[in-house]
Every structure is written in C-alpha cells, then in structure tokens.
C-alpha cells in the first residue's frame, strides 16, 4: 500500500495533464456560429477593454482612429497604461501627449478609465517597458529585485509612478490606479527574475500618498490548467504569486484568464492548454475568491481572453479564418463562463481589441461582432 497511493495520485495527475492538452490545427474556417450563441446576463458587472498602444504600433494600425472606434461602442470601462518607454525615452524628457489624448478622448466618449502607472511591467508585450538609459546594467535572471540592491531602478520608479499620478488625479474619468502588471511574477518565459513584494509595496505606498481617493488595482494571471498553476506555484513558491498578493495589497483584485493558449507547434498541428473546467483550477478560483470576499476585495476580470494566444508573439490574422486558440465563439463563450464565477464580479473587461480592428481591416467583423453581441445582449 505504501506505493499504491503515490501511483494513484501519479496516474490522476497525468491524467489531469492529458484532458488539458489539445493536439489541434491551428487555422480553422469562420462559422458565423457566434451570432446565435447564448449570451449570458451581466447584471450588475460592467464592461470594457483594455487598449494596448504597443500592440495599435505592432499591427500598423493608426493610434487615434483605433480608439476612437473602439469607445464608439456601448461600454464602461476602459484600462490605459502609461508606458515609461514611451513617457521618458531619454534623459531631460517627458512626454504625456499621446497619453494626454487618451485620456480626453476616454472623458469626452463617457468612458470611465483604468490607469496602469507601471513602472516596470505594463500590460502589453513585452510587459517591460524600462527605457534603457534608465537601466544601467540588466537585471540578473532568477533573482527577486529588492528596493536595497535595486535603488538605480526603485527610486526612478518611486518618481515615475508619483509623477503620472500627480498629472492624472485631477481627472474625473480615472476610477482607480493599476502599479505593475502580474507584478510578483516572472515576465512569462522571457525572463526569471521578479520584483520582489516589497519593491512593488513601496510603489503603492508611493501612489496612495500621491492620491488617497482612488482605489489600487493589482492584477494576476489565473492558472486555468493544473500544468499552468503547477508551474505558477513553483517559480513563485518563496514570496507568492500576483493573485496572493494582490489579494495583500490591493483594494482590486484583476485577474487575467486564459482559458486556451498555444505550447508548441509540431508541424501542420499545435499542442494547446485548454483548461477551465477541471477540478484543480476550479477549486483554486473558488478558494481564491472566497479569499478576496473574506478580506472586502473588489474583483474584476482585467483580462478575459477575447484574441488568440499562439506560439508567435502577435496573433496571427488568417484571411477567412480564425485560430483555435480563440475564435470569435469563444469571445463569447470565455465571457459566458467568467460571469458566472461569482455574483459580486465587478467588471469584465475584454482583451484583444486591437486585433479584432486588425481582423475588420482584413475583412473580418465577427470579433467585433461577437463583442458588440455581448455589450447589446448581456
């Protein structure tokens, strides 16, 4: 008996493994299928998206007009970030023009805006956006970055966060301030060090001494396999991941959910996480959620996967097509599915607008679609 139990649990763990992986082409046809779908009652959640000003330059689309017909759609919620890259991109300079604009053009549609300050990470590949005459020197792999041992990168932080707040707090369209993105973690497989929690403590320190009013949004990515939670818990096992954290420091929890993404490519084919609905990563969203209720943390989907998730960087954008890792049915269904999670949830917010105006450009509107179905129909 002593070797049938670690057998058992062996076997049920591959076999956890194995219902999550999907071996699957990676263009499929368009099936117009997102147009009956069900759609389910929102309620009281409200919804937006998040634009990404790296991604509008990546696809060649135009900054301006991108958002403009984004916020011409019946949403409430709309996640900016302020990119230091592009903020300071040398000594002596700071430019919040473009961000400026943003904004504006946020209060004037009726949008009420989410702002992510950085300084380090920021939503958007790559995540980073440290400009490089800040960075003396690159930051070491595998180690947790501490205010101490990182004071030539914690103190320009300190300033940046500070001084975007300062420019931003007189605007009645900001409901609340993002530090960081995924902050504790690691920048996906690109990179292993982190910042250490008391680097990103004494960021948040800093923005609620800058404005006391608004609330804190801190975010993480939720594991929705066992492989992905698994592998979450082992590179963050000595200080906790951004969802425990979060849960510590913030006044909003964001979580980023992903219910399918691609692993390999073999070929004509893909090998894919496709999780969601089994016992590990339910049992670890309800005892997550359960958590931020007992401690009176708001709760909202700041990323709830509405583009595909491949193994290039940018998603791809196949003519009379879509990939598997998100058509436009699963716009809906991820959305159908996260609504449901809890009664309290407070907002939803989509992530994949820029591609759904890339794919409309290219001739196909069924992502748009599929969001707009949502906004009229929830």
């Known amino acids: 008996m002593r070797w049938a139990l670690p057998g058992l649990i062996g076997g049920a763990a591959v076999l956890a493994l194995a219902s999550e992986l999907r071996v699957a082409r990676p263009v499929r046809a368009l099936t117009g299928a997102w147009r009956t779908m069900r759609i389910e009652p929102r309620d009281a959640t409200r919804l937006g998206v998040s634009f990404r000003l790296p991604q509008v330059d990546a696809m060649g689309l135009d900054p301006h007009s991108s958002l403009q017909s984004i916020l011409e759609y019946p949403f409430e919620l709309l996640r900016l970030g302020a990119y230091w890259l592009l903020v300071e991109p040398a000594a002596g300079q700071f430019h919040t023009e473009e961000l400026d604009w943003q904004l504006e053009t946020a209060e004037r549609a009726g949008k009420q805006v989410l702002l992510c300050v950085g300084a380090v990470k920021t939503f ?128 909003i929890l964001g979580l980023d959910v992903y219910p399918r993404h691609g692993l390999l490519s073999l070929g004509p084919v893909t090998a894919y996480l496709s999780g969601g609905d089994g016992i590990g990563p339910r049992s670890l969203r309800t005892r997550l959620l359960q958590d931020a209720r007992a401690r009176q943390r708001r709760v909202i989907i700041t990323e709830g996967q509405a583009e595909p998730w491949e193994t290039v960087v940018e998603p791809p954008d196949p003519r009379q097509a879509a990939m598997f890792s998100c058509t436009p049915e699963q716009v809906i269904a991820n959305y159908n599915d996260c609504i449901q999670w809890a009664d309290d949830l407070e907002a939803y917010l989509f992530w994949g607008a820029e591609y759904w105006l890339l794919r409309a450009r290219s001739g196909d509107s069924s992502y748009l679609g599929a969001f707009a179905r949502v906004l009229e129909e929830s």
């Open 124 to 251: 958007g590949y790559p995540e980073y956006f440290v400009p490089p005459w800040r960075q003396p020197r690159p930051i070491r792999e595998g180690v947790l970055v501490h205010p101490g041992d990182h004071a030539w990168l914690m103190q320009p932080a300190l300033e940046f966060v500070t001084r975007i707040v300062e420019r931003y707090r007189g605007c009645s369209a900001i409901i609340g301030w993002q530090i960081e993105h995924e902050s504790v973690d690691t920048l996906g497989l690109e990179h292993s060090w982190r910042l250490g929690a008391d680097f990103v403590a004494a960021e948040i320190a800093a923005v609620r001494r800058a404005d006391p009013t608004r609330p804190i949004l801190l975010n993480g990515f939720l594991p929705m396999s066992n492989l992905v939670a698994l592998q979450q818990w082992w590179r963050t096992r000595d200080q906790g991941d951004s969802l425990q954290f979060a849960i510590e420091h913030a006044d």
